[in-house]
T-cell receptor, first 110, second 115 residues
Framework: DQQVKQNSPSLSVQEGRISILNCDYTNSMFDYFLWYKKYPAEGPTFLISISSIKDKNEDGRFTVFLNKSAKHLSLHIVPSQPGDSAVYFC?????????FGTGTRLTVIP | DAGITQSPRHKVTETGTPVTLRCHQT?????MYWYRQDPGHGLRLIHY???????DKGEVSDGYSVSRSKTEDFLLTLESATSSQTSVYFC??????????????FGNGTRLTVT
């Protein structure tokens, strides 16, 4: 059973606009969330994280929002750049494992 | 990056043959992990290691075994490969595991095809 879900397999955005990637989770015991970015033929790389004691964490063009009551988090990228085109995974650690969503492929159109 | 090398990068093998994938790290990280990535499933944990000779199962461990005889090397073995094990395999490392603020660092993956 998927504990972390990304219901949008793909997203296309114009360069300079905002990209919003969404993630839902079912385990209310998760207390920390991460976003990873993956380019083709490479491994995932860590992008940004958020603790459950916060509702927002910002790092440059990337901001992650957490809504614990809705068990929902989102990653905002603004402004989007062509180099942001990649697959984005949200993930949550639990019991010596890092549970991943299925990923969202972001395409930023120049 | 954490200096993680996976070998081979690509492999094609036949059903029923044994296969070993290697992960080598240069960062002296204590924890090492093997994940597989499949469409519709994201990445799923196969096995992990929390020290030399200390390993445990993940959520999709059936048909796989691992060994860690040195800090820097973590081997994944498919004793008798099946077509359902066709996947992309990623090794990851961490100095402090997954339960605290310690992102995993991933290798570039091994694409395995079982015919």
């Amino acid at each position: 059973d998927q504990q972390v879900k990304q219901n949008s397999p793909s997203l296309s955005v114009q360069e300079g606009r905002i990209s919003i990637l969404n993630c839902d989770y079912t385990n209310s015991m998760f207390d920390y969330f991460l976003w990873y970015k993956k380019y083709p033929a490479e491994g995932p790389t860590f992008l940004i994280s958020i603790s459950s004691i916060k509702d927002k964490n910002e790092d440059g063009r990337f901001t992650v929002f957490l809504n614990k009551s809705a068990k929902h988090l989102s990653l905002h990228i603004v402004p989007s750049q062509p180099g942001d085109s990649a697959v984005y995974f949200c993930a949550a650690p639990w019991a010596n494992n890092l549970f991943f969503g299925t990923g969202t492929r972001l395409t930023v159109i120049p | 990056d954490a200096g993680i090398t996976q070998s081979p990068r690509h492999k094609v093998t036949e059903t029923g043959t044994p296969v070993t994938l290697r992960c080598h790290q240069t960062e002296n990280h204590r924890y090492m992990y093997w994940y597989r990535q499949d469409p519709g499933h994201g990445l799923r944990l196969i096995h992990y290691s929390y020290g030399v000779k200390d390993t445990d199962k993940g959520e999709v461990s059936d048909g796989y075994s691992v060994s860690r005889s040195k800090t820097e090397d973590f081997l994944l073995t498919l004793e008798s490969a099946t077509s359902s094990q066709t996947s992309v395999y990623f090794c990851a490392t961490s100095n402090r595991g997954t339960n605290i603020n310690s992102p995993l660092h991933f290798g570039n993956g091994t694409r395995l095809t079982v015919t």
